[in-house]
């Protein structure tokens, strides 16, 4: 059981998952929640569900606080299943012809998700539902991260209900910034920015500036995963206007994997030849550092350098697979470069350049360094030249 009282009339009765490691695609240690947030006023409103698996712990957290047949009206801010897919459980408990307000995409998507007919109301951005004391506005936030996805703001509190925006895959009995460590909480929604939101980064930046020229204030912020912000809301809304911009600063990051170890020798060197510069550099073994973990370091560098050996005319698999993720992301504002060593064929050079390329990168002169075989002394000098020059391109 787990409900909180947020504020007077408002809950969250969502779920932990502590033991989910892999959100599709991204390594989650800490596992996550999934929050769903309940309005007692006048009339009852449910802001989003849980995912199915635990819709029983939903309506059980919900039954501490009321008779779930008493819930007047459910809000699906986002189809996603991680927030949907206890609606069929809700709805079946409340009455199918209860009211269900989502945004035009919404109700396409959640159609297409369940084959229930209920009672949909398609909202208009900006439209306003009274609960008695309490007032909320549906804002359509349309690919942010889905095109169905909105927030819906309560006037009276201040409360913003912001779906996956502004939240972290964590979990734990802490629910408040008040009640973490900052620079923990910053380090979890970094990653979750890096790895969810970095793609619409664009509607992002739109986004913040409509809430401005609104003029919304938020003394909460009650996003669907992890911490709910209420000391300091300010903090992730300044996070995601820096994020939003691309920025980066003097960082390198060198991504690698190794058949002989000759690749890795590579990335030692030409990482030391980049920190000469006095750039920071992170050299990250593929093997060793989860995708997810390492576009959380490249959200801010300047520099993203990778290394593979040729391995049957092609690419290392794990550098094909982080470089299928990455591109998905689309990080913007990065020099690049490609390194490995081959035995007779030094196709990976060809096919990281080419990748790295058609990913906007901007490429560094002579980017594309390789060796064949094992580096020797003076190849190992190379390496460290090669980084150099990258450090140097860096800090220009
Ligand atoms: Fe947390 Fe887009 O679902």
């Known amino acids: 059981m787990r409900t909180l009282k947020i504020s007077e009339g408002i809950y969250d009765v969502g779920v932990n998952d502590w033991n989910i490691r892999d959100f599709h695609g991204y390594l989650t240690p800490t596992g996550t929640s999934y929050n769903a947030y309940l309005i007692v006023d006048e009339k009852i409103a449910l802001i989003d569900t849980v995912k199915k698996e635990f819709s029983e712990q939903l309506m059980n957290n919900i039954s501490t606080i009321i008779d779930p047949k008493t819930i007047d009206y459910v809000i699906s801010n986002h189809t996603e299943m991680d927030h949907s897919g206890s609606l069929p459980k809700v709805m079946h408990a409340i009455g199918e012809q209860k009211p269900l307000f989502c945004s035009k995409m919404g109700l396409k998507n959640l159609s297409m998700h369940y084959s229930q007919k209920w009672n949909y109301h398609a909202v208009e951005n900006g439209e306003e539902l009274s609960l008695g004391k309490k007032q909320l506005t549906f804002l359509e936030t349309r690919m942010l991260h889905w095109p169905d996805s909105m927030f819906t703001y309560e006037k009276t509190g201040k409360i913003l209900f912001s779906s996956d925006a502004f939240g972290q895959h964590y979990a734990g009995y802490e629910k408040f910034d008040d009640q973490m460590d900052h620079e923990t909480i910053m380090q979890h929604s970094k990653k979750y920015f890096a790895n969810i939101l970095l793609l619409y980064a664009g509607q992002v930046k739109k986004l913040l500036k409509t809430i401005d020229d609104m003029k919304l204030e938020f003394d909460i912020i009650c996003p669907d995963h992890g911490i709910i912000w209420r000391k300091n809301p300010g903090a992730i809304i300044e996070a995601y206007e820096k994020w ?10 060198v991504i690698y994997d190794t058949m002989w170890q000759s690749t890795k020798l590579m990335a030692e060197y030409i990482s030391q030849g980049i920190s000469s510069e006095g750039v920071t550099v992170r050299p990250m073994h593929l093997r060793t550092n989860h995708r997810s973990d390492i576009m959380t370091e490249i959200l801010d560098a300047a520099a993203i350098i990778v290394g593979s050996p ?22 913007q504002n990065k020099l690049a470069a490609c390194f490995g060593s081959y035995g007779w064929n030094g ?42 020059n990258i450090g140097k391109a860096i800090c220009k």
């Open 310 to 331: 040729t391995l049957n005319n092609n690419i290392y698999p794990t550098i094909s697979d982080f470089l299928t993720y990455m591109k998905g992301l689309r990080p």
């Open 244 to 253: 939003s911009e691309h920025p980066t600063r003097q960082k390198a990051i």
């Open 347 to 388: 196709a990976a050079i060809k096919i990281l350049t080419s990748e790295l390329a058609s990913m906007n990168f901007q490429m560094l002169e002579d980017s594309g360094f390789k060796i064949q075989y094992v580096p020797d002394e003076k190849g190992l000098t190379e390496c460290y030249e090669f980084g150099k």
